[in-house]
């Protein structure tokens, strides 16, 4: 035992309970993350505050870990957490911004329906999960402190990546979410043998998620959403986290009723068909369908007399929907190769030429990843996506993108972006029926582009392309939208809080803001990887499971080399996370797209592990000096909240600007290191 290392009580050696709360801790944050946005549309779009919800609950329970025991928070915001999404269900949740687009839509809300604003909604959300951990961080320090503080770091690590690795495993075989609360209560009850009364409480609580498994509807759940499917006259009605998302349509229904709405949907998916066969004489026989969905897009290729149809779709599940269900079948037909992939990756890395590449209706209903604010389709319509797509043309070929817009300078960013990513000839095309879409972006290699409405072309003209570094389709300008800016002021408000709080409870101490600055900072740089790493892999639910796995195993490891004596001492970890950072910043992104698969790989790697290496060597050398667990490690993971809120920065200042500000905010932590040294040899 050192110096620095406090006496430990003697009690049986059970450092594996250490695990077990992390791994609940993990697979509970996931759970919820997928369970509350699917049942509540609008938060579909803000999962990223439920993670940092889990960060305070479990940061404010650290810290307060030496005070009265807060087990009861945990059944408390269970119930609470349930409660909240059978009420809010039920409420039309609004938002009268028009700087941000949110597919909203409410047609199966009654007139009499509550309504809400977005802030509201989503502050109940973040309040009740974050509640919910508030006792687990109390447990989770608490036996943390009972043991040497870097062998009980790793077993919190061990416990988050099992929880990562078994959370993913399910998710692939479609387990739902509402499943894991009462398991892990069961579970809970099971290993720490505590009062009946606790004991009961966390159970029912738990149990009360299994009333989520009672829907009315068929539902299934993909790696991404709850599905709903329903079948009515017109086709196949799919509903995605509770908003409808896309219509299978009966082409091959006899009903009279229908044959004229058939007529003229096939002839409007049609558009980009005829336009082709108009310039080269011949229907495309070689046809990619990027979002190929349920089927449409696939039925209408074939209608049109493709001899190849590639259709590539993210979701398995929707895609199972479509080989089943769909009422044309037209996935059956073997002139159809389907694909589960990233668009964007499939055009990035495809040999294969074709006549035709269609966009679908790749409109997202959720983010990427719990870490950023980034839409799952963000890095679809880029200008380099669309790049990627000219290169992926034969000769004479064409690009099509449907599109409902509901915003008028959604029209201009579209267009402008299609016209830097693929040079001259692109034009757009607006229909008067918004059914499914409204809008058609062709983008020709030979000829005059199609018309443009003048309106349009000044649309575009005055447009941001979206771009990699940009990538931000849904936002008019760069800038931090007001629902963000109300959001990211309620985490700084809970911020001041903790740091009065922490003020209290230590009078006389430093806040310990290194440990701070290094969970904003960890956080910073996991969000801006994950970005990268989509880019260069695909943003498909596999990638981040990867992701999210590999990160846990560096901290892993790079706690074991500290723990060995055989980790960088702090001052090189410092220095090496400052210039892994200055590193990715600078670097060309490009650069890395031209590589092969296993140089991609190599350069990924080593540009996003050595920052997180690095970074996590500085945290297990400062955390192994503290005499008490809960105080450094509940502000580090209060700075992990901020850090997620400050990500928001990035819809400013883009992609690249947030490894700039992550290496700002370690540059602070170094400092305050520093400083909190010099303060202590004063002493």
């Known amino acids: ?31 919820l993350i997928r369970l509350v946005p699917a049942e509540v549309r609008v938060v579909s779009y803000f999962t990223n505050l439920l993670l940092f919800a889990s960060f305070f609950g479990l940061g404010l329970g650290a ?39 949110y597919w909203l839509q409410y047609l199966d809300a009654g007139e009499r329906a509550v309504r809400l604003p977005i802030l509201p909604a989503i502050s109940a959300a973040f309040l009740t999960c974050a509640a919910t951990f508030v006792g687990l961080g109390q447990k989770l320090a608490r036996k943390m402190d009972a043991y040497p503080r870097l062998p009980a770091y790793g077993w919190d690590i061990a416990g988050s990546l099992a929880g ?38 966390v159970v029912c609580a738990g149990l009360a998620f299994l009333g989520f498994g009672l829907q009315s509807q068929a539902t299934r759940w993909s790696p991404y959403y709850l599905l709903h499917a329903r079948e009515d006259p017109v086709g196949l009605r799919v509903f995605v986290n509770s908003s409808f998302h896309q219509l299978a349509l009966d082409f091959r229904s006899k009903d009279p009723a ?3 709405m058939q007529g003229r949907m096939l002839s409007k998916f ?79 890395t495809t040999a294969e030429r074709f006549d035709l590449i269609v966009f679908g209706t790749l409109d997202s209903q959720t983010l990427l990843t719990g870490q950023a604010n980034l ?18 043309l034969a000769p004479g070929g064409m690009l099509g993108m449907y599109y409902s817009v509901f915003q008028p300078w959604l029209y201009g960013r579209l267009l402008r972006t299609a016209a830097e990513g693929f040079g001259p000839g692109c034009g757009l095309l607006r229909f008067e029926s918004r059914f499914l879409f409204d809008a058609a972006i062709m983008c020709v290699t030979t000829g005059e582009p199609i018309a443009t409405q003048h309106e349009l072309l000044e649309l575009a003209q005055h447009a941001i392309p979206a771009t990699d570094d940009w990538p931000f389709s849904y936002l008019e300008h760069p800038t931090i939208a007001p629902i963000y800016l109300q959001a990211f002021a309620l985490l700084a408000l809970l911020i001041a809080a903790t740091f009065a709080l922490v003020r209290r409870l230590h009078p006389g101490q430093p806040v310990r803001l290194e440990f701070f600055l290094l969970g904003l900072g960890f956080t910073l740089v996991e969000s801006a990887a994950i970005v990268r790493l989509a880019l260069l892999f695909g943003g498909t639910w596999l990638v981040n499971a990867i992701v999210f ?18 980790a960088p001492s702090l ?71 901020a850090g997620g809120g400050l990500e928001y920065m990035s819809m400013l200042i883009g992609m690249r600007g947030v490894w700039w500000l992550a290496l700002c905010v370690y540059l602070g932590a170094l400092l305050a290191s520093r400083a909190r040294a010099r303060a202590t040899v004063g002493a």
Not at 15 to 25: G, L, R, Y
Not at 289 to 301: E, H, K, P, Q
Not at 549 to 566: D, G, Q, T, W, Y
Request: aromatic content about 10%.
């Open 63 to 101: 810290i307060l870990q030496t005070r009265r025991d807060l087990w009861w928070t945990f059944p408390a915001g269970l119930l609470l957490v349930a409660g909240f999404v059978a009420v809010a269900r039920g409420i039309v949740i609004y938002d009268d911004a028009r700087s941000v687009h």
């Open 270 to 348: 049609s558009t980009p068909y005829r336009e082709y066969e108009t310039r080269n004489g011949r229907p495309p026989a070689r046809v990619l369908i990027l979002g190929a969905g349920t089927g449409n897009d696939v039925y209408v290729a074939l209608h049109n007399g493709a001899k190849r149809i590639v259709a590539v779709e993210i979701d398995p599940a929707i895609l199972a929907l479509g080989r089943e269900r769909n009422p044309a079948r037209p996935y059956s037909d073997p002139r159809v190769h389907a694909v589960v992939d990233d668009a964007r990756h499939y055009l990035r």
């Open 1 to 31: 035992m050192t110096a620095a290392e406090p006496a430990r009580p003697t009690q049986p050696d059970r450092p594996w309970h250490i695990a077990v709360v992390s791994f609940t801790v993990l697979v509970l944050e996931l759970a």
């Open 375 to 392: 839409r799952l389709d963000n890095f679809v319509y880029t200008r380099e996506s669309i790049a990627d797509a000219r290169a992926a």
């Open 164 to 201: 990562t690795i078994v959370f993913a495993c399910a998710a692939a075989a479609g387990l739902p979410p509402w499943v894991w609360p009462p398991l892990l209560a069961i579970a809970w009850a099971i290993v720490f043998a505590e009062a009946p009364i606790r004991r009961a409480a």
């Open 571 to 641: 001052s090189a970890a410092w220095v090496g996370v400052l210039l892994a950072l200055a590193i990715n910043a600078v670097l060309p992104f490009g650069l890395l797209l031209e590589l092969p698969l296993a140089g991609r790989i190599a350069a990924a790697a080593t540009l996003v592990g050595l920052p997180m290496f690095f970074a996590a060597v500085c945290f297990s050398r400062l955390f192994a000096r503290e005499r008490s667990t809960g105080f450094a490690l509940g502000v580090n993971l209060i700075g992990a909240m």
């Open 258 to 260: 229908l044959i004229e």
């Open 549 to 566: 796995a590999a990160v846990l195993s560096m901290i892993f490891c790079a706690n074991a080399a500290v723990l060995r004596e055989r």
